[in-house]
């Protein structure tokens, strides 16, 4: 069978989505139709339509349902696997700036690969996250800092300017 007759059609993928969400709904009994469609970022109406299969549901909504309730993106777009995955199966989001990098992480180390010198240091994804956000912090530390010095500077500047007794009317 060729790869094109295996992938799935926008038809069987709308279906699968609007199987997943009965699916879901039927699961968190305490969940439904209205707040999930707010936890997808659509409004009920729209979303009514989209279950009664009259409108299809976008990417960004079919991303949010497998990552926010861990519905198998496998099995609405490729048909694999059961339709929830486990919690333990889901990797971080990691945004591609260059074709040729690789994720830093693979499904069976949660661990990222951090050049130090001469060689690789195996260091925790939590480790690098909190570096990257002491160093924002810093910086915008830095930016407040300086938006203070301008304002002050801002306000020194107006309070030399040049004023005369008479009023201009405009």
Sequence with gaps: ???FQK???????QSRFIRAVYALLKEEKSL????LAESLNVKPAKFSEILNDRMKAGVDMIAILCDFWNVSPDWILMSR???FRDE???????????LETTPPYSKSDKTVTKETGTKDEQIPIITQLLDTIKEQAEEIGRLKARNEELERRKGDNAGHAQSSDIANVG
């Excluded at 992938?7 to 993928?13: Q, V």
């Excluded at 439904?32 to 707040?35: C, L």
């Design 1 to 3: 069978m060729e790869i």
């Design 7 to 13: 992938i799935l059609t926008k038809d069987e993928i």
């Design 32 to 35: 439904t139709k209205t707040s």
């Design 81 to 83: 696997g059961p339709i």
């Design 88 to 98: 333990s199966e889901k990797q971080p989001i990691w945004v591609q700036e260059n």
